[in-house]
């Protein structure tokens, strides 16, 4: 149930652009999760897609207590796709 509306919360984030960068990751990424990899993207997204935005494109650096591991790696897989 948690992955189902994690998925839902990915490709309906309020903006087109960060439904297109958190939707395919959640699709492929999701099921092979653990608890902790769960809570740790859970946290990213419960960030504003204004922000988040600004960090994958670049445009400025998420703060200290942002997830940067996981940032990159979502943005590293935008790119690949």
């Known amino acids: 149930m948690r992955r189902r509306r994690m998925k839902y919360r990915a490709w309906h984030r309020g903006t087109k652009e960060m ?8 699709d492929a990424h999701l099921d092979g999760l653990d608890a902790a990899g769960l809570d740790r993207l859970e946290q990213l ?6 922000d988040l935005l600004k960090w994958v494109m670049g445009q400025e650096l998420p703060p200290p207590s ?3 591991a996981l940032l990159a790696e979502i943005i ?3 790119i690949a796709k």
């Open 76 to 78: 590293a897989f935008r």
């Open 66 to 68: 942002i997830d940067r």
């Open 19 to 26: 439904d297109l960068v958190l939707g395919p990751y959640a």
């Open 45 to 50: 997204m419960d960030e504003e897609d204004t």
